[in-house]
T-cell receptor, first 112, second 114 residues
Framework: ETGVTQTPRHLVMGMTNKKSLKCEQHLGHNAMYWYKQSAKKPLELMFVYNFKEQTENNSVPSRFSPECPNSSHLFLHLHTLQPEDSALYLC???????????FGSGTRLTVV | SQQGEEDPQALSIQEGENATMNCSYK?????LQWYRQNSGRGLVHLILIRSNEREKHSGRLRVTLDTSKKSSSLLITASRAADTASYFCATDKGAQGGSEKLVFGKGTKLTVNP
């Protein structure tokens, strides 16, 4: 356990489904991130939240909707996804002035 | 936009040998970090080197940074089968508004054969 917990670990969903990914950190960090990792591509930064305010949206399609109710929790709401959205979705957190991310184990998403 | 780019893409060595991975980047940075990822899992932070540092050690890891060439290398000495993983470099331009914004490369897949 790294201190960043992601659920579920695996998710299979149809293109018409709505599902949510959850990330929770118990490290007291102020910033949280969503990354997408697809095969043979670099990790893609999706969203950044700092003190629960969104500071970065890296041109992510609106079918991905983040929510950060507090500095410890981050959600990624999914709806009407496409098969190419299948990937490993990684959550990370960090603390201002202390460099380096702490990652969760990720959610392996398959869209069918 | 992609910042770090590792090479080689894949590296296979025998246990006990040293493994060297390289990373090149394009723009100025505040620091460069290396991460490790076991198959299908999250990334683990290994080591950070600041832009004003040239070399850093941590256990069997040695990282160098050449800002004039915009490149870094990660050396793992006396490799073990348990070092088998993918290794990523990530560049940080500096905290913006209190949060980092790391840009990762595609990674080097290291296989250490027993």
């Amino acid at each position: 356990e790294t201190g960043v917990t992601q659920t579920p670990r695996h998710l299979v969903m149809g293109m018409t489904n709505k599902k949510s990914l959850k990330c929770e950190q118990h490290l007291g960090h102020n910033a949280m991130y969503w990354y997408k990792q697809s095969a043979k591509k670099p990790l893609e930064l999706m969203f950044v939240y700092n003190f629960k305010e969104q500071t970065e949206n890296n041109s992510v399609p609106s079918r991905f909707s983040p929510e950060c109710p507090n500095s410890s929790h981050l959600f990624l709401h999914l709806h009407t996804l496409q098969p190419e959205d299948s990937a490993l979705y990684l959550c990370a957190s960090s603390q201002t002035g202390v460099h380096g991310y702490t990652f969760g184990s990720g959610t392996r998403l398959t869209v069918v | 936009s992609q910042q770090g780019e590792e090479d080689p893409q894949a590296l296979s060595i025998q246990e006990g040998e040293n493994a060297t991975m390289n990373c090149s980047y394009k723009t100025s940075i505040n620091n460069l970090q290396w991460y490790r990822q076991n198959s299908g899992r999250g990334l683990v932070h290994l080591i950070l080197i600041r832009s004003n540092e040239r070399e850093k050690h941590s256990g069997r890891l040695r990282v160098t940074l050449d800002t004039s060439k915009k490149s870094s290398s990660l050396l793992i000495t006396a490799s073990r089968a348990a070092d088998t993983a993918s290794y990523f470099c990530a560049t940080d331009k500096g905290a913006q508004g209190g949060s980092e914004k790391l840009v990762f490369g595609k990674g080097t897949k290291l296989t250490v054969n027993p």
